[in-house]
């Protein structure tokens, strides 16, 4: 008797990393997503850095030397809206292959979901102390309300001159330290994918269509806005409403 | 069912001791941790320690004892401690370092401090060394600098009379070689550690900081002056450094292709790894080739003296310029921030004094 016991909760105990299911009987899966990049058409990996080949909506010829940003909160929404939140944040660098996949922590049933993640952090996360991200020199200076970057993508570009001039697109919350005391504006923003069905440990692919921070709504035109852009408030707007429409939803693998 | 019980304990005792070391009688050296700054702790990923070399109280000590001993060299005329002397926060003074028979170099010394911070593990001002055990393998034999070879450093090391009773303590066997002496002393430059400075201090709420030394940290961190942050540290990054590889714009073209070099990509070319702004007050002179002897130069030049080449980092702005052009008060407070990042303590700390 005693012995089926011992039996019993060894095989338990073996078995307690398996997948696990909930009470309903539904299967619980974990989630990846992977993060692609391109320009309009045209895939975008590190391999294709340090070299002048893309054109903007301005149709200004420029280079990407570096490329990382930051997602936080992916939410699940089903259709009777409820919410289900996987926990961390991904900081996406494109020299760093492994920071292109991002599994968060937590499971969910199998089913059909509304998808969405948070481009940068919002207020509360950005309010936190992440050593990993500090290690990553991921700061915003104190000076411009402290935090973290949403995105850093630099490269050169040729100027009204014909010379090659570095630009430096940083995205962080907006601020006007003009006055006496700062005035903040919300640019980060809610990415949402649309609905999918998560079946066995699915990954999700996400796109980011580089060409787009410089084309919807705003024209950007680089030779006007290329440096010196965190403490620029309208800068910072300009790139939230150009960021909108960079991120999509390629076929789920499952 | 005393039987079960009995049984299962056993069974249990069993699997415990079944990894465990099988000689009872096995020496273990003692474990040494780091003393990791409350700074560091609460603001940066804890430090790389390969699980091949922890650290031990015999290993670093060891490891120092090595580092201060002119045995590594050829002539037995140059220590490690030569060209990376405590009183220069483990650099030298001069441009160019001589090695044992006069030789110059072509690099400045770098340096030794938070080393087991560089998370990347890429060392030199090129990165083309990875890891600190495998660092310590280049020195010795490098030509310009100890200029030996590592049997007879061995055979020098196995007939001292202290050396073998050293390296049983510190690695349980009298049979000396290569790979345990760079462990040894690598254990011993993941101690050097470094964040007592002023503004350390400051970070801690223990003391104030000037009014110029405040406005120079602001334009350390301001985009539209000094902007140093996005590759120097700040106050959330302790290390000051992100040891990452950049051209910060020193050269038109290049005489030493850096990062270039290691990679062969021509992307790389002019670039070297950002170095850690803590203790400049000691470390003259500055940059991968010592070209500036004083931070005024330094200054001078991130303010007006910018070359421009394809390889220049984008952070550098209005290079055809030759800089933001910082003006004379944000200059000299610029500098004033700086030296807060000073470390007396470090600089004489008697653990890591040759004594
Ligand atoms: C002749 C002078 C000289 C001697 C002797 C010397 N070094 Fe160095 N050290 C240098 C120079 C120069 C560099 C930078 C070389 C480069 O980047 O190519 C350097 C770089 C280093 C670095 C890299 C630091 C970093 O942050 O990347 C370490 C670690 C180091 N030395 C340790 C040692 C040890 C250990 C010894 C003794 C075994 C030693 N050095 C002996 C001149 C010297
Ligand atoms: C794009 C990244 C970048 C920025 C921005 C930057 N630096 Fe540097 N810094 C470097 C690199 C890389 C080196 C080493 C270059 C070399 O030796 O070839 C360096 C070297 C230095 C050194 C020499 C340190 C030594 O031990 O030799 C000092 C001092 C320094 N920088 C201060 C500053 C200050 C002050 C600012 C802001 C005005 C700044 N840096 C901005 C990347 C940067």
């Known amino acids: 008797m005693k012995k089926i016991v011992l039996i019993l909760t060894t095989a338990l105990l073996l078995t307690n990393c398996e997948s696990s299911s909930d009470t309903d009987g539904t299967v619980q899966t974990s989630i990846t997503f992977n993060f692609t990049h391109s320009w309009d058409d045209t895939a975008v990996s590190v391999d294709d850095f340090n070299t002048i080949k893309f054109i903007n909506a301005n149709t200004d010829e420029l280079s990407i030397e570096r490329l990382r940003y930051l997602i936080s909160k992916v939410t699940f929404t089903t259709s009777n809206n409820e919410t289900l939140r996987l926990g961390g944040y991904n900081l996406v660098d494109l020299t760093n292959s492994e920071s292109l996949a991002f599994t968060p922590t937590g499971v969910l049933s199998e089913g059909t979901y509304n998808i969405s993640f948070t481009f940068g952090f919002d207020n509360d996360d950005n309010a936190n102390n992440y050593q990993d991200l500090n290690s990553a020199s991921w700061n915003v200076p104190a000076q411009l309300g402290g935090g973290y970057h949403y995105m850093q993508l630099e490269g050169k570009f040729i100027d009204n001159t014909a010379s090659e001039t570095g630009y430096a697109y940083h995205a962080i919350r907006a601020v006007d330290n003009s006055g006496s005391s700062p005035v903040f504006q919300d640019t980060f923003f809610e990415v949402d994918l649309g609905k999918v069905t998560i079946t066995n440990n699915a990954t999700i692919n996400v796109d980011m269509n580089i060409a787009e921070w410089f084309k919807t709504p705003n024209t950007w035109d680089l030779n006007v806005l290329n440096n010196m852009l965190m403490p620029n408030f309208d800068a910072q707007v300009l790139m939230f409403e150009n960021g909108q429409n960079v991120f999509s939803l390629k076929p789920v693998d499952q | ?355």
């Open chain 2, 1 to 355: 069912m005393k039987k079960w019980l009995i049984n299962s304990v056993l069974f249990t005792v069993f699997i415990c001791c079944a990894c465990s070391n099988e000689s009872v009688t096995s020496y273990e050296p003692t474990a040494a941790n780091l003393e990791i700054p409350k700074l560091f702790s609460d603001n940066i990923i804890p430090p790389v320690i390969p699980n091949t070399n922890p650290q031990t109280i015999e290993g670093v000590a060891l490891g120092k004892t090595l580092f201060f001993d002119p045995i590594l060299s050829g002539d037995n005329s140059q220590a490690c401690a030569d060209c990376h002397a405590p009183q220069n926060a483990f650099t030298d003074t001069s441009r160019f370092s001589d090695g044992i028979d006069g030789t110059l170099g072509t690099r400045n010394s770098m340096p030794l401090f938070n080393l087991a911070w560089n998370y990347d593990e890429q060392f030199f001002w090129d990165g083309k060394s990875f890891s600190l055990e495998h660092q310590a393998f280049s020195p010795v034999t490098d030509p310009t600098e100890m200029k030996s070879s590592w049997t007879d450093v061995v055979q020098k090391l196995q007939q001292h009379p202290e050396y073998p009773t050293l390296f049983e303590q510190a690695f349980g066997t009298q049979r000396i070689d290569s790979t345990l002496v760079t462990k040894a002393i690598a254990q011993f430059e993941r101690t050097l550690i470094s964040a007592n400075s002023k503004f350390d201090k400051f970070l801690l709420g223990e003391v104030n900081l000037t009014p110029e030394e405040q406005n120079g940290f602001d334009v350390f961190m301001d985009e539209a002056r000094g902007d140093c942050f996005h590759c120097h540290g700040s106050d959330k990054n302790p290390l000051w450094t992100d040891n990452a590889f950049h051209n910060n714009g020193l050269d038109a073209t290049f005489t030493d292709l850096g990062l270039g070099t290691v990679t062969g990509d021509p992307a790389d070319n002019g670039k070297f790894r950002s170095p850690s702004l803590r203790n400049l007050e000691f470390t003259a002179p500055y940059m991968h080739d010592g070209r500036f002897n004083t931070l005024e130069e330094v200054i001078e030049h991130y303010s007006e003296g910018l070359q421009n080449s394809p390889t220049i980092d984008p952070l550098m702005k209005k290079v055809a310029l030759g800089g933001v052009g910082l003006s004379e008060k944000d200059k000299s407070d610029l500098k004033a921030f700086l030296l807060t990042l000073s470390d007396y303590d470090f600089i004489s700390n008697p653990d890591f004094l040759n004594q």
